[in-house]
């Protein structure tokens, strides 16, 4: 299985020259997580300077430039440290 680095609205930088003379200046946002292919992991990614969308694959991204997300554990183990219920009771309606 694929270990997915980041999540939609993640800020990633690219690798210096992954796409030549086209290379996007500035970061790009992750707009979506795409189905692995070929053992690589995709992302839909909008640039800062370009007003359309790129696919790009995980081991373009530059890992140091770009913070990911935080790992599963770390978002569990934050959670159950709140005491709160993740179930609003407030807005649970019953149709009589």
Known sequence: ????R???GDTI?????VLGSVQPS???N???VLPAAQGFVHYRV???SENFERSIRQDDI???ASPSAPLPTEVRAASESSKS???NSNSIRIRK
């Open 46 to 48: 909008r640039f800062q």
């Open 1 to 4: 299985m694929v270990s997915r």
């Open 62 to 64: 530059d890992v140091a």
């Open 26 to 28: 500035g970061s790009g």
């Open 30 to 32: 992750i707009l979506s």
């Open 85 to 87: 219920s993740w179930i």
């Open 6 to 8: 980041y999540r939609p």
């Open 13 to 17: 930088m690219l690798k210096h020259g």
